[in-house]
T-cell receptor
Framework: TQLLEQSPQFLSIQEGENLTVYCNSS?????LQWYRQEPGEGPVLLVT?????EVKKLKRLTFQFGDARKDSSLHITAAQPGDTGLYLC????????????FGKGTMLLVSP | DTGVSQDPRHKITKRGQNVTFRCDPI?????LYWYRQTLGQGPEFLTY????????KSRLLSDRFSAERPKGSFSTLEIQRTEQGDSAMYLC??????????????FGPGTRLTVL
């Protein structure tokens, strides 16, 4: 059973375009995290969302946590080649639980 | 650089051989995690330590896998009698756990294992 569904699996766009990727589940999460992983490297944490309906911005990246805390989205404005990478969402079962469960990720390729 | 380091970065081995990977966490981080990532998948949890104690192991961690963190600092992950299905990126992460709440896991660059 895939607890986290990420879509699309792969996205190839031109520099300057906008895009949105999604992370969905039937489960309710206490928090959800977004990571970016570049080829040959480990994931790097971008943001943690905790409150239903929460919106966080990180430069050109906008993260939203669904009102019911079952889904999240990542919107990138004016994508740049440096945004290329695997975008992963992950959750912990509860705030006291240590391990992370990841989705399969969305592979983003931004061409100049 | 005081981030998480892993050694080696790449390992190619023949089926049936044993391999050992090392992870050096961020200094003073008391928790250390091992994950495995195969192509087209996100990382999957294998096991984690708090200091030298191994607190949790995934069902993915078969009897051929063993992990240690003898002094609560660096950790090793050994795979015995490797199989082709063990080919993956093995990621290590560390965090500083103090009470409950959200805390960040910092990942190393991974060890890419190829079993021929």
């Amino acid at each position: 059973t895939q607890l986290l569904e990420q879509s699309p699996q792969f996205l190839s766009i031109q520099e300057g375009e906008n895009l949105t990727v999604y992370c969905n589940s039937s489960s309710v999460f206490s928090s959800l995290q977004w990571y970016r992983q570049e080829p040959g490297e480990g994931p790097v944490l971008l943001v943690t969302v905790v409150t239903g309906g929460e919106v966080k911005k990180l430069k050109r990246l906008t993260f939203q946590f669904g009102d019911a805390r079952k889904d999240s989205s990542l919107h990138i404005t004016a994508a740049q080649p440096g945004d290329t990478g695997l975008y992963l969402c992950a959750f912990r079962l509860n705030s006291g639980y240590s391990t992370l469960t990841f989705g399969k990720g969305t592979m983003l390729l931004v061409s100049p | 650089d005081t981030g998480v380091s892993q050694d080696p970065r790449h390992k190619i081995t023949k089926r049936g051989q044993n391999v050992t990977f090392r992870c050096d966490p961020i200094s003073e981080h008391n928790r250390l995690y091992w994950y495995r990532q195969t192509l087209g998948q996100g990382p999957e949890f294998l096991t984690y330590f708090q200091n030298e104690a191994q607190l949790e192991k995934s069902r993915l961690l078969s009897d051929r896998f063993s992990a240690e963190r003898p002094k609560g600092s660096f950790s090793t992950l050994e795979i015995q009698r490797t199989e082709q299905g063990d080919s993956a990126m093995y990621l290590c992460a560390s965090s500083l756990q103090s009470g409950l709440g959200t805390y960040t896991q910092y990942f190393g660059p991974g060890t890419r294992l190829t079993v021929l």
